[in-house]
């Protein structure tokens, strides 16, 4: 951003976003709206059903939940140990001739960068497994998303009376699969790094204890019908009344 006497300039691509309680434009003093664009931040479709099947499966499937984050953790260090070896790779690169203890330093460091690199390979398969597991719940996200769209309209009816929010949708599946505020499995359980002194100044590898694909039970399809009815049901009882307060 640059400053040039009165004015500001940027790149075009810049955006600068301001939250507001300002609830419409009329409240806006003209030379505000004309040189601003007013957007609205709201859920997605493809954000809301993937926000919602994940609330689910928290509650319903919490450890192997949790074996995700730490999947994902484990992927995000070895990611950042190649970002620190490829840096180090670019620092130390021979233009002319050869130096022995730096062609070595540096085969060392391709190495680690290849085998962290099927670390991350591996865990992503972990990731997809899990993932086909999770799409069992989306009968879920899909009824929830459908009970937020309602209560959306609703809000337009009288946006000064009623304020409800994704809170509601996510006190249905509190009813139905009450969440434990569990701590997070810890990453060490399923892996370590593998110390070595003698190449120091490289990351170090890691060596995976237990990552193995995961054994899922079958879903009772008509189980989750019988939810999803029950989930309907508890969202009546839960607006009506608001109608007549």
């Not at 599946?173 to 009450?178: E, G, I, S, V």
Request: hydrophobic share 40%.
């Amino acid at each position: 951003i640059i400053y040039c006497g009165r004015r500001l300039f940027c790149t075009p691509s810049f955006r600068f976003i301001v939250q507001t309680a300002i609830d419409s434009l009329d409240k806006v003093s003209t030379s505000l709206s004309l040189m601003t664009t007013a957007i609205n931040c709201q859920y997605s479709v493809e954000t809301l059903l993937d926000d919602l099947r994940q609330q689910v499966f928290q509650r319903v499937q919490p450890n192997i939940y949790q074996r995700k984050l730490s999947i994902l953790r484990l992927i995000l260090i070895c990611q950042q140990r190649i970002k620190s070896i490829d840096s180090f790779l670019k620092l130390n690169s021979i233009s002319d001739g050869f130096e022995g203890e730096k062609v070595v330093l540096t085969s060392v460091a391709l190495e680690r960068k290849y085998k962290l690199g099927e670390v991350i390979e591996e865990c992503y398969g972990l990731l997809d497994s899990i993932e086909v597991y999770v799409d069992y719940y989306f009968p879920y996200a899909q009824h929830g998303a459908l009970l937020y769209s309602v209560i959306q309209r609703i809000n337009l009816l009288s946006p000064l009376n009623y304020k409800f929010s994704i809170n509601i949708i996510y006190k249905l599946f509190d009813q139905l699969f009450p969440l434990n505020n569990q701590t997070s499995i810890e990453d060490k359980l399923f892996w370590k790094d593998i110390q070595d002194e003698q190449y120091d100044k490289l990351p170090l590898l890691i060596e995976i204890n237990d990552l193995t694909k995961e054994e899922f039970s079958p879903v009772d399809q008509q189980q989750i019908d019988e939810n999803i009815k029950k989930m309907i049901q508890s969202f009546i009882k839960l607006i009506l009344p608001q109608f007549f307060n």
